[in-house]
């Protein structure tokens, strides 16, 4: 028996309006992050996954962003709740850690300006000034920060990007969230100190007991820190799975395509890309919008796919697998 | 499904066009600056007095208000406005022209010369320029001007001496992010003259910064050429200048107020026209200027 | 290198600008063609009176002492005697640059005061009216000369409708400003007579509205622009992840940031307010430096006229500097660079 899951995003639909028309991004986005869990969203760039995660912290703007569909958490849709009531959860119940920590640090005040500013923000109250100063301190030697006094002086452009990007980590785990959501960390970052910052965020998550959604391009990174895994293709949920079985048995032809596209260590065979482009979104394919590049496309994929169960927890949005009584897998 | 590639120069065109034309405004002032232009080329065939621009008197009608056949009325010495307003467009226009004619070139080369050259000609260009931009630009003007007898030439030779070192600076900043690009290195490797490289490789991307600065500058330049000639240190009289207009009419006021109003008016609409078609470059170009 | 090194070096350079100022006034002066012992003379004087003059001026030396004279005298305070009023400028100036520094002061207030808020309003309510008639009423002031304003406001408020008064900085009959400071705010204030600093403050508005309206519309169109542009950029909405109210978003987080490029103008606007001064002053009667330039330029009153633009040129690089060192507390990366530039 399943407990509650934490988020839970149904439907989701997002769509923009650019000078040339309306661009449909997200088309029936669903997802599920329970309690504890550590969920990963794989996709190429350009899928949607950032946007998804914009929604459920609603950073989506209107009226150039249309958004429809649920988001629920805790027991509330956020997309529901006005303005006010969203700002009492970004940055307590839900928190985010960015991609580019020098971008998502505001050049003109101290890190511990920033951190203060986070922490009074803390659900059980606002701290004093020494309560949060002993806080911000603690925080911060918890991500790995040596001389923290001297990271909270220090404006961003003094520290390095490793350095930074754990202060990100730090301001958002300060307040004790429920939820994390880490936009493909550490890609801005060397490949060494993006180990090190992973290494760092795993031992943190598994530490405090929460709940991550990982949002990431690179599938080693899902492989090392994530349970369970949701493939996305242009805006919408290609194949669920946890971890283990998704990179065992990959159903949906556009996963297939992306293992076979990393190169491996064992250096087995050469690497194989995928024909073609992501899609126009402001003409979007009708039906699968993987269709145009898959290699077992049928006249059937001109309609929306039916998502599928494969397995124990494991679901695939594809016509091969539905209702036929053997899959035809290559 | 993807956009099919048209004949790329025409494609570039039609979507600056497109991104240009969303902006009300910019639209606009392109259409003030075209009309002016227009206006001020046929001048003498589309205003009813053109005579009146020169020296000319006609007391009878002196001091008539707007009406006919006078539609912004006549000044203290029977000359019809609306005529001298359209002359004193082209003074305006004049004293633009030329002094960016005098000081982008020179400021822009001397910003190439100073931002692809490191080392001593950088540092001497860059400091002379920054001590004619510490300079406040109206006492340069007005120390030149003092000396020199006031007229529309000396104003232009003030102004167009107070102005150059912006492009300079503008030219040099732009010049020092491009040099590290990919394709200028791609030239120096492949043993592309330093001519060649500046002229055919990085003038060009400088471009767009310099027309749109150019264009802002148009407005501004009006803006102090008539200030200018409203302290009788620019246009004589007899000719027509908007700005000698208005200081003309102010001692008349507020019996014969069309006569400062309108000359005044007129120095709105010419420098709104140039801030709004500048301003809608910068916003289709993504410069800072 | 220590901060305190990097201010010295913009003093000298200060120093260095104003010394070039001086050269480049000095140059242009001995261009003009003609005998300036013979000019200040008039034409009625004796051969021997020429003779006298050219003596004491130095004229027959060699140009570099002539320079040198010229420079000490300066920095003396001597600028010599005004053709115009033929009383010795150095008096001159302290007669008249209080009242132009006060113009330009609360002229320059206005401009913070009423143009940047409007500028931040404008961008909090973006494409809402309230956006569009601060953008539309900001660019009527940015284009029109300031002249243009002066008179409109004067045929409005002065004639029209009668309610300020039409010229000049205080009635007649009322106390003019002591020798103290020669500025009506603060000797009125110290002398306690506010119905003179009340008169002033009518006389003030039109000239001060007409001088600082291009600079209030400046404000707020470059407050707004910066503060769209900040809008857009990731650390705000990271802030907004974080759950930091819209309020503390705008003012703290957008609007430091938002400065930094319209403080750099905004001082340089502030700077322009005394060349635009020249015309306001004319305009209005206002008893200033400004107004006495135009007419000694127009006599080619040349000892005046080196001293008014000496007098400007100061004004001008002290607000420069204070401009660098403004940005430089705003923009810790600035700061940081400019220390190391002087290294």
Redesign the interface.
Known sequence: MTPEPLLQIRDLHASFVSYRGLARVLNGVNLTVGRGEKVGLVGETGCGKSLTMRAVLGLLQPPRARVRGEIWFAGRNLLALPSRELEQIRGREIAMIFQDPMAALNPVFTIGDQLLDVIARHPKGRPSATEAWERALAILREVALSDPERVMRAYPVQLSGGMRQRVLIAMALVNEPALVIADEPGTALDVTIQEQILLLMRSLVDAKGLSVLLITHNLGVVRALTDRVYVMYAGSIAETAPTADLFRTPKHPYTQGLLASVPKLSGEGVPRGIEGMIPDYLAPPPGCRFAPRCPFAQPRCQQPPPWVTVDTDHQVACVLYDAAPAPRLP | MNAVAVAPAREHLRRTWYAFSRNGGSVVGLGIVVAIVLLTTFAPWLTPFPRHARAFTDFEHAGLPPGRPYALGTDTIGRDIFTRVVFGYRFSLLLGVVVLTAAVPTGVLLGLLAGYYRGWPETVIMRITDIFLSIPPLALALAIMAVLQPNLQNAMLAVSAMWWPWYTRLVYGLVSSLRTEGYVQAAQIVGASPAHILLREILPNCLPAVLTKMTLDMAFVILIGSSLSFLGLGVQPPDPDLGTMVADGAKYMPDLWWISVFPGLAILVIVLGFSLLGDGLRDVFGVEV | MRYSTFLIQRVL??V??LL??SI??FV??R??PGDPARIALGPLASRSQIEALRAQMHLDEPLYAQYAYYLAGLLRGDFGESLYTHRAVAIDLRDLFPATLELVFYSGLLMVVIGVPLGIVAAVWRDRWVDHTVRLVS??G???????WA??L??VFA??LGVLPVAGRLSPGLVPPSAATGTVTLDALLAGNLRAYLDFLRHLILPSVSLSLAGVAQAARLTRASMVDVAG??????????????S?IALK?ML??SM?PTVTILGLDF??L???A??VE??FAWPGIARY??EV??R?D?NA?VA??MI??L???VI?FCIDMLVGY????IR?RQMEDAA
């Not at chain 3, 705003?330 to 990366?333: Q, V, Y």
């Open positions: 350079l200060s260095l600008v070039g100022l480049l006034i242009i002066a261009v003009i660019l009527a940015v284009v029109t000369p300031a002249f243009v008179i409109v004067m045929l004639y029209a950029r990731p650390y705000i909405e990271a802030a907004r992840a974080f759950g930091i109210s819209e503390r987080y430091k940031p930094i700077a322009a005394l060349g635009n020249f015309l004319s305009v330039g135009v330029i127009l080619k040349l006229i008014v633009v400007m040129g004004f001008f690089v420069n705003l923009d810790p990366r940081l």
